[in-house]
C-alpha cells in the first residue's frame, strides 16, 4: 500500500504562484514514476505533469508548459509541483498519483488539494 497526502493548496490571485507538494510513505517512492492531475468542477480529471523515478525526465500538458515545474526529492519522499503565474483557468483539486508499473497506469492516488485562482 501507499500513502499519498497533498498539501500546499490554496487562493491566490491571477498572476502568483503556488507550490504544492506529496509526500508518500508505505513504498520505496525513488523506485516510481509520479504524476500530476487535476480536475475542475464538471470536468474531467485530466493530466498536467509527470517526472521519472529517477527525476531526471519530466513531462508536461500543453496548458501548463513553461509555467509549472515538477520536482521530486526520493530523500524525503516528497514530490511537488511549483506552479507559476497562474490563472483562473488553472482552478481546479490537484492530485498527485503513483505510477508503479511505468506503464502510465497510476495506481495510486491522494486525496487532492484545491487550488483556486481568482482574477
Known amino acids: 500500500q501507499v500513502q499519498l497526502v497533498e498539501s500546499g493548496g490554496g487562493l491566490v490571485q491571477a498572476g502568483g504562484s503556488l507550490k504544492l507538494s506529496c509526500a508518500a510513505a508505505?513504498?520505496?517512492?525513488?523506485?516510481?514514476?509520479m504524476g500530476w492531475f487535476r480536475q475542475a468542477p464538471g470536468k474531467e480529471r485530466e493530466f498536467v505533469a509527470r517526472?521519472?523515478?529517477?527525476?531526471?525526465?519530466?513531462y508536461y500538458a500543453d496548458s501548463v508548459k513553461g509555467r509549472f515545474a515538477v520536482s521530486r526529492e526520493n530523500a524525503k519522499s516528497t514530490l511537488y509541483l511549483q506552479m507559476n503565474s497562474l490563472k483562473p483557468e488553472d482552478t481546479a483539486v490537484y492530485y498527485c498519483?503513483?505510477?508503479?508499473?511505468?506503464?502510465?497506469?497510476?495506481?495510486?492516488w491522494g486525496q487532492g488539494t484545491q487550488v483556486t485562482v481568482s482574477s
Open positions: 517526472i521519472s523515478a529517477s527525476g531526471i525526465s519530466t
Open positions: 508505505g513504498r520505496t517512492f525513488s523506485a516510481y514514476a
Open positions: 498519483a503513483l505510477d508503479r508499473t511505468g506503464r502510465y497506469d497510476y495506481d495510486y
